[in-house]
């Protein structure tokens, strides 16, 4: 409570209008911004948790997630020398969100590698989360990734990882204003943020959007335009996908191979039609398969594999429909027609060489 004695008032009447109106503005902003932030104290804390922690690894349940944080009901110490180890990394996808652990695409190509190739101890690690991105992948890799023993790293890319590798690493280093006063204020900076996206749509507003956060505004702005136009943002997500490479190869002792996955807006215009995120995307427009054409280009570049078929599998597959109706995430199908895919393209690179395929 402000408390203004008669002398303060009388202080404030001789103050001119222009300098009234601008304390007042100043005093509606402060307790805005008070407001704000007591409202996310009470009823968003579990939110800004998530928010403040870039990590945001899965918790231990003592079910389907081990202590590690990863979608496994495995500990790093099952995971021996003998077997062959492969880990999947990647976001929501990759962990298999609203399917089963045992539906999930690394769970499935356990279970197919078991039938084909019986006589070998395949044991695969699901690493993927929610809303992750490939510099939060690495930093997962660093932290536990020795312990699983991993002779493959299988990496699922996806069609956010663009963005989000962007926002991330500016959080990381907060080396703009916006990720500076997120930590301070972060109900006020995620309410600015709203306001000037949900404002956005033109050119100007969305380098507004650039300018002030550090990031694109559109979460698939690589699919809205050409290449040439997204190709300068495209430097975050490529210096972590090379780190990945260079940290499986140098310290892990694990091969690298990166799998490009496709969102149904890529592949069909009758997919996930009621899906909530259906203004951020454009089913089948112009732009939508550049992503592919840019990791097509640099398959000639990098001592890595990058494989991008698996946009001609779904475009091909006769399964309908492979994505929930409300969301755009795979459903059981979508996760087969992946998996049978990704495995295909472990045979390909000789993943299960040395053993005899059975019948």
Not at 74 to 84: Q, V, Y
Not at 113 to 133: C, E, H, I, Q
Not at 175 to 185: A, E, H, I, Q, S
Request: hydrophobic residues 40%.
């Amino acid at each position: 409570m402000i408390n203004l004695d008669t002398g303060s008032i009388m202080k404030l009447r001789k103050l001119s209008k222009p300098a009234r109106l601008i304390l007042s503005i100043i005093s509606a902003i402060i307790v805005a911004v008070t407001g704000l932030e007591i409202t996310g104290i009470l009823y968003y804390e579990d939110v800004l948790e998530v928010l403040r922690d870039v990590d945001h690894r899965l918790e231990y349940n003592g079910v389907d997630v081990n202590s590690d944080g990863i979608r496994s009901e495995r500990e790093a110490g099952d995971f021996t020398n003998d077997d062959l180890s492969i880990v999947f990394i990647g976001d929501s996808y990759t962990y298999g969100v609203f399917s089963p652990p045992e539906l999930a695409i690394p769970q499935r190509i356990e279970t197919m590698a078991m039938v084909r190739y019986p006589d070998l101890p395949v044991k695969t690690a699901n690493f993927g989360w929610t809303s992750s991105s490939p510099i939060l992948q690495l930093r997962q890799l660093r932290e536990i990734g020795e312990k699983y023993k991993p002779d493959v790293i299988v990496h699922l890319f996806d069609m956010t990882d663009f963005r989000d590798d962007v926002a991330y690493q500016r959080a990381l280093a907060r080396d703009n204003l916006y990720f500076k006063v997120f930590k301070v204020l972060p109900m006020t900076c995620l309410v600015v943020r709203w306001a000037v996206k949900k404002i956005g749509g033109t050119s100007f507003t969305d380098r507004l959007f650039e300018f002030l956060f550090g990031y694109p505004s559109r979460y698939y702005f690589a699919m809205h335009q050409p290449l040439e136009e997204s190709i300068g943002w495209f430097e975050y997500v490529q210096s972590s996908i090379d780190s990945i490479y260079a940290y499986s190869r140098d310290t892990l002792s694990a091969r690298y191979i990166l799998i490009i996955l496709p969102r149904h807006f890529q592949y069909s215009r009758r997919e996930s039609l009621a899906s909530w995120d259906w203004r951020e995307f454009q089913r089948m427009g112009p732009y939508v398969h550049e992503p592919f054409r840019y990791f097509d280009q640099l398959k000639e570049e990098r001592d890595y594999p990058i494989y991008t078929n698996l946009l001609q599998v779904f475009m091909e597959t006769d399964l309908y429909p492979t994505c929930f109706d409300d969301d755009s995430h795979w459903n059981a199908n979508g996760n087969l027609v992946a998996a049978e895919a990704i495995f295909d393209i472990l045979e390909q690179e000789h993943v299960f060489s040395g053993t005899l395929i059975t019948p």
